[in-house]
């Protein structure tokens, strides 16, 4: 079986945990109320067994302690501000044992969990563990059942293990901490919302700010015990108006860092919200792009974008849970792009890819995919994905997936049918052949004239995370619909025509026929300054913004990228209606 750990890291990060004497890590543990409640009633849950069915052979305790605050303002108002605490519970309680359980199939449902209380009662933490340990249990004999059943109706079932064993860890860190000035941030966004009155074109416009310190609890029937901080916090930009012919067009921008103190200065969070602005407000005045096909450029933050959204799946492997023949559930998922490549070029032979949650900052900025230890326990590691064009790795949890049996420290989100995803830490796009970014628009403009086109095409931002509204992804879906296409990417939000006397323009509109990772193959040149591009991931490819309640923070460091020829074309959007009032003076006529 293949497995991509790196012992190294593995073994720094294993010292670190056990730095700690025996006598301290228990004293630690002895003091932290929640997570004595969880060792004790772990031990307690270990003798579950009802009448003849089967034993819990796993049980994993987690939760999250978070302290988050939320602020949104607009138009110089403050909309909500809030505070609060919660503590949410993950439970999981597995029959059978490491080869097979009762996971992985479409029996497997996804249990739903209140609160804990949080105060830290020792007795109240106990019961609602108690309580919740045992009705998983109960259901999860009873999917066992069902699934066994389900077996003896498949001719030439998948025989992979549905869970890794993984080596027991104890990593003990200091509960998280929210530090933050919550009226000098009101007094920010007071400020900063209230730029978008002076642009009569923005129509809809929110500043936001949300910071989150939780800390992340991990006891299980193995032995791994881990209390780690983990945090969160993000501004989001957005603005929305409407175009000469109705149509909808909107900019925004995403500040994502671990932590408030790494947020950029209020002067330079001061020119991203004019920024955004600005463009909004050039956006409706923008004509509207046709269907081309050539030369595309992806500039700095477009192509770190680009390479987020298309790697999100690309990077790692699925596994279609087990379900009876003729089932209308039949669990059916759509294959990662290089699923079967492993050993074949997937890119050119001059670019490297790879994935290192352990390094904490690049150039003096922070790197928000930054952790040491994943959801389940398990050291986080590097991971080679791509070398020298030839496809190496994945990123895994402890899932098996086909011939790929062993955790590399990446799950890091909740998946269906009982596994965790494996999910984008730090992923460095590296290039040893580059030019300057100048020299990227040169030769940008050489394909060009080359193809004999009157411009070619250069990207700025996309629409990621993606804020379109339900009315434009069912336009998308129509689209991809229509022209057959399995797979696209988030739609432009800047993009550029460049004419072959270098002025550029503009337009709006745009979309990407079928694309994904496997036209990586066809970047052309790379230029010589990285990227660096934090966000908040949800697990998705196109990473619809707050579509969930679970996230993580991730990084993608990659440079400029040129592609030969990449198929746009003009969106398929049904324009509305413009306002028949026009919108009031927000700012005092001089």
């Given at each position: 079986?293949?497995?991509?750990?790196?012992?190294?890291?593995?073994?720094?990060?294993?010292?670190?945990?056990?730095?700690?004497?025996?006598?301290?890590?228990?004293?630690?543990?002895?003091?932290?109320?929640?997570?004595?409640?969880?060792?004790?009633?772990?031990?307690?849950?270990?003798?579950l067994?009802?009448?003849?069915?089967?034993?819990?052979?796993?049980?994993?305790?987690?939760?999250g302690?978070?302290?988050?605050?939320?602020?949104?303002?607009?138009?110089?108002?403050?909309?909500?501000?809030?505070?609060?605490?919660?503590?949410?519970?993950r439970?999981?309680?597995?029959?059978?044992?490491?080869?097979?359980?009762?996971?992985?199939?479409?029996?497997?449902?996804?249990p739903?969990?209140?609160?804990?209380?949080?105060?830290?009662?020792?007795?109240?933490?106990?019961?609602?563990?108690?309580?919740?340990?045992?009705?998983?249990?109960?259901?999860?004999?009873?999917?066992?059942?069902?699934?066994?059943?389900?077996?003896?109706?498949i001719?030439?079932?998948?025989?992979?293990?549905?869970?890794?064993?993984?080596?027991p860890?104890?990593?003990?860190?200091p509960?998280?901490?929210?530090?933050i000035?919550?009226?000098?941030w009101?007094?920010w966004?007071?400020?900063?919302?209230?730029?978008?009155?002076?642009?009569p074109?923005?129509?809809?416009?929110?500043?936001?700010l949300?910071?989150?310190?939780?800390?992340?609890?991990?006891?299980?029937?193995?032995?791994?015990?881990?209390?780690?901080?983990?945090?969160?916090?993000?501004?989001?930009?957005?603005?929305?108006?409407?175009?000469?012919?109705?149509?909808?067009v909107?900019?925004?921008?995403?500040?994502?860092?671990?932590?408030?103190?790494?947020?950029?200065?209020?002067e330079?969070?001061?020119?991203?919200?004019?920024?955004?602005?600005?463009?909004?407000?050039?956006?409706?005045?923008?004509?509207?792009?046709?269907?081309?096909?050539?030369?595309?450029?992806?500039?700095?933050?477009a192509?770190?974008?680009?390479?987020a959204?298309?790697?999100?799946?690309?990077?790692?492997?699925?596994?279609?849970?087990l379900?009876?023949?003729?089932?209308?559930n039949?669990?059916?998922?759509?294959?990662?792009?290089?699923a079967?490549?492993?050993?074949?070029?997937?890119?050119?032979?001059?670019?490297?890819?790879?994935d290192?949650?352990?390094?904490?900052?690049?150039?003096?900025?922070?790197?928000?995919?930054?952790?040491?230890?994943?959801?389940?326990?398990?050291?986080?590691?590097?991971?080679?994905?791509?070398?020298?064009?030839?496809?190496?790795?994945?990123?895994?949890?402890?899932?098996?997936v086909?011939?790929?049996?062993?955790?590399?420290?990446?799950?890091?989100?909740?998946?269906g049918?009982?596994?965790?995803a494996p999910?984008i830490?730090?992923?460095?796009?590296?290039a040893s052949?580059?030019?300057?970014?100048?020299?990227?628009?040169a030769?940008?403009?050489?394909?060009?004239?080359?193809?004999?086109?009157k411009?070619?095409?250069?990207?700025?931002?996309?629409?990621?995370?993606?804020t379109?509204?339900?009315?434009?992804?069912?336009?998308?879906?129509?689209?991809?619909?229509?022209?057959?296409?399995?797979?696209?990417?988030?739609?432009?939000?800047?993009?550029?025509?460049?004419?072959?006397?270098?002025?550029?323009?503009?337009?709006?509109?745009?979309?990407?026929?079928?694309?994904?990772a496997?036209?990586?193959?066809?970047?052309?040149l790379?230029?010589?300054r990285?990227?660096?591009?934090n966000?908040?991931?949800?697990?998705?490819?196109?990473?619809?913004?707050?579509?969930?309640?679970?996230?993580?923070?991730s990084?993608?460091?990659c440079?400029?990228?040129?592609?030969?020829?990449?198929?746009?074309?003009?969106?398929?959007?049904?324009?509305?209606?413009?306002?028949v009032?026009?919108?009031?003076?927000?700012v005092?006529?001089?």
């Open positions: 079986m293949k497995s991509f750990r790196s012992t190294a890291a593995v073994a720094a990060l294993l010292c670190a945990a056990n730095s700690l004497s025996a006598f301290d890590t228990a004293a630690d543990i002895r003091k932290d109320v929640q997570l004595r409640a969880m060792i004790d009633e772990l031990a307690r849950s270990k003798t067994q009802l009448n003849n069915l089967d034993k819990p052979y796993f049980i994993e305790y987690t939760t302690d978070a302290d988050q605050l939320y602020i949104s303002a607009s138009l110089g108002g403050i909309t909500s501000s809030n505070r609060l605490r919660t503590r949410s519970p439970l999981d309680v597995r029959v059978g044992d490491y080869k097979f359980d009762n996971t992985n199939s479409v029996f497997t449902g996804t739903r969990f209140g609160g804990l209380p949080i105060d830290d009662d020792y007795s109240a933490l106990r019961t609602a563990l108690w309580m919740t340990t045992d009705t998983l249990y109960k259901a999860s004999a009873d999917q066992i059942t069902r699934k066994r059943n389900a077996l003896r109706e001719a030439d079932p998948d025989k992979t293990p549905d869970l890794a064993p993984a080596k860890v104890q990593f003990l860190q509960p998280g901490v929210l530090n000035d919550a009226q000098h009101e007094e966004l007071r400020r900063a919302s209230g730029r978008f009155a002076s642009f074109s923005v129509i809809d416009s929110n500043v936001r949300r910071a989150i310190t939780s800390t992340y609890r991990l006891v299980n029937s193995e032995g791994t015990v881990v209390r780690v901080p983990q945090e969160l916090s993000d501004i989001s930009i957005r603005a929305s108006g409407l175009a000469t012919d109705g149509s909808r909107w900019s925004h921008a995403f500040i994502t860092a671990l932590r408030p103190s790494q947020f950029p200065s209020a330079q969070l001061d020119k991203i919200v004019q920024a955004v602005a600005s463009d909004t407000d050039a956006l409706t005045k923008a004509p509207v792009m046709t269907d081309y096909s050539g030369p595309v450029l992806f500039e700095q933050e192509a770190a974008q680009m390479m959204s298309m790697l999100a799946d690309a990077v790692r492997l699925h596994r279609r849970p379900a009876p023949p003729g089932s209308r039949n669990g059916e998922v759509l294959e990662s792009v290089w079967t490549r492993i050993g074949a070029k997937v890119v050119p032979d001059w670019l490297t890819i790879y290192n949650p352990l390094q904490e900052q690049l150039q003096g900025v922070p790197l928000a995919g930054h952790y040491q230890i994943d959801d389940e326990g398990v050291p986080a590691e590097q991971v080679m994905l791509v070398e020298k064009g030839t496809l190496k790795g994945f990123l895994s949890s402890r899932e098996p086909r011939e790929f049996n062993a955790s590399n420290g990446h799950g890091r989100l909740p998946e049918f009982g596994a965790e999910v830490g730090n992923l460095f796009v590296q052949q580059t030019v300057s970014e100048k020299q990227m628009r030769k940008l403009l050489e394909k060009v004239k080359a193809a004999g086109l411009y070619g095409i250069v990207l700025r931002s996309l629409d990621f995370p993606s379109a509204s339900i009315n434009e992804l069912q336009s998308l879906g129509r689209q991809l619909q229509k022209g057959g296409f399995a797979r696209t990417l988030n739609p432009p939000l800047l993009a550029y025509r460049l004419y072959l006397d270098g002025h550029e323009e503009l337009v709006r509109g745009i979309r990407f026929r079928e694309f994904s496997k036209d990586l193959r066809d970047v052309a790379a230029s010589d990285p990227y660096v591009l966000y908040v991931n949800n697990g998705s490819s196109f990473n619809y913004a707050e579509a969930s309640s679970d996230a993580t923070t990084t993608v460091i440079p400029s990228l040129l592609f030969d020829s990449i198929d746009l074309a003009r969106a398929e959007d049904e324009p509305g209606k413009l306002p009032v026009p919108p009031p003076a927000l005092a006529q001089q």
